[in-house]
């Protein structure tokens, strides 16, 4: 399950990030030991842990609906099985959120991380061709949820990996540099490819390998 992060100061279907947490987990406690067809909540169940009336209830499930959260029962009207998203937000962590000149600072540090995984890590059989941030990092957004940096990653050249000792595989090389990426800060999200046309758009490249 992926782990999801909201933050403090913004608003989540029309409410802050804790209550949405917080209800969300009241409504995943009601499925706890229950069969995977039984496993459901009424609209009356969803009203009550969220804590709104009949009409804000109405426009808050119809949202959680297009949003992906709930799915509609398709014979029992009123009822919704809850998705993995949902589940998701139920165990999200809460944080205050990376500032924007924070995501930057971030950014150098990673620039001076893919420079040193390539002229030192000279074991892996990777190196980094770019370094690319993407998703809200890209927006206007002065207050950032996480930093999404998608790594563009290529085999190093025979002539420059280490003459002695074990050479790790690929997929060992690509777990060390997602790991590395991952230790600059808990709100950073890696995402690695061998071909920067697969990275999510728009992006912005800050590091490339001469």
């Known amino acids: ?33 229950l069969s995977p067809e039984r496993a459901r909540v009424s609209t009356q169940n969803l009203h009550h842990d969220f804590g ?7 426009a808050l499930v119809d949202e959680l609906v ?6 509609p029962h398709a014979e029992r009207e009123g009822d919704y099985f809850l ?47 770019a370094v690319a941030p993407f998703g ?15 790594i563009v990653a290529q085999p190093r050249e025979t002539v420059r990996r280490v003459r002695w000792g074990r050479v790790a595989t690929k997929t060992e090389g690509a777990i060390e540099i997602r790991a590395a990426f991952r230790e600059l800060s808990s709100f950073v999200r890696v995402q690695m490819v061998r071909d920067r046309q697969l990275l999510p758009r728009p992006f912005a490249v800050v590091f490339q390998q001469r």
């Open 83 to 129: 998705t993995e998203r949902f589940v998701e937000v139920a165990a999200a962590r809460v944080v205050e959120p990376l500032t924007r000149t924070k995501a930057k600072y971030l950014l150098v540090k990673a620039c001076d991380l893919a420079a040193r995984i390539n002229a030192e890590w000279t074991h892996n059989p990777l190196e980094v061709e």
């Open 52 to 58: 709104v009336n009949t009409v804000e209830g109405k």
């Open 1 to 33: 399950m992926k782990k999801r992060t909201l933050i403090t100061k913004k608003l989540y279907f029309g409410m802050d990030a804790v209550r949405l947490r917080d209800a969300s987990g009241r409504v995943l406690s009601r499925l706890v030991g």
């Open 66 to 71: 297009a949003e992906g959260l709930l799915q």
């Open 136 to 150: 809200s990092y890209m927006s206007l957004d002065e207050e950032l949820a996480e930093l999404d940096l998608g």
